[in-house]
């Protein structure tokens, strides 16, 4: 039997987000698209783990690295590793590799979770 062909989910995915990214901060760029808000920030008085990502995104757009760092440096960091990520998916589903296993060791989830709370700490800190 004939194994269906794998399917480069994680590019495609990554594509999309890149794409539609694009096309918002264009927007915004252009005055066409007027963001709402942060609610955390309004509502709370303090940033949220993503607050600047759309300022970061817009600097990104605008070919302004250092700007988008200010704003978010997880944001870029991310955005820089995405090609890739978006390279090994396609080579694994050119291959027929499977997706490898999610780690499930509680290690990982801690460090998950204080990336997280490190990153919001770092936006709550420096106010954006």
Same mark, same amino acid.
Do not use: N
């Given at each position: /039997?004939?194994?269906?062909?794998?399917? @480069?989910?994680?590019?495609? *995915?990554?594509? *999309?987000?890149?794409?539609?990214?694009? +096309?918002?901060?264009?927007?915004?760029?252009?005055?066409?698209?007027? +963001? =709402? @808000?942060? @609610?955390?920030?309004? +509502?709370?008085?303090?940033?949220?783990? #993503?607050?600047?990502? #759309?300022?970061?995104? &817009?600097? /990104?757009?605008?070919? !302004? +690295?250092?700007?988008?760092?200010?704003? !978010? =440096?997880?944001? &870029? &960091?991310?955005?820089?590793? #995405? @090609?890739?990520? /978006?390279?090994?998916?396609?080579?694994?589903?050119?291959? *027929?590799?499977?997706?490898?296993?999610?780690?499930?060791?509680? *290690?990982?989830?801690?460090?998950?979770?204080?990336?997280?709370?490190?990153?919001?700490?770092?936006?709550?800190?420096?106010?954006?």
């Amino acid at each position: /039997m004939k194994q269906a062909p794998r399917i @480069p989910w994680l590019a495609l *995915g990554l594509a *999309g987000a890149l794409g539609l990214g694009g +096309l918002l901060a264009w927007s915004a760029t252009r005055g066409l698209l007027s +963001l =709402p @808000p942060c @609610p955390s920030k309004t +509502l709370l008085g303090i940033s949220c783990a #993503t607050c600047g990502g #759309t300022r970061a995104a &817009v600097a /990104m757009w605008e070919g !302004h +690295l250092q700007e988008a760092f200010h704003w !978010h =440096p997880v944001a &870029v &960091v991310l955005a820089l590793l #995405t @090609p890739f990520a /978006m390279a090994w998916d396609l080579v694994r589903a050119w291959r *027929g590799w499977p997706y490898p296993d999610l780690p499930d060791h509680l *290690g990982w989830r801690l460090a998950a979770l204080a990336a997280f709370l490190a990153t919001w700490a770092l936006q709550v800190a420096r106010g954006i």
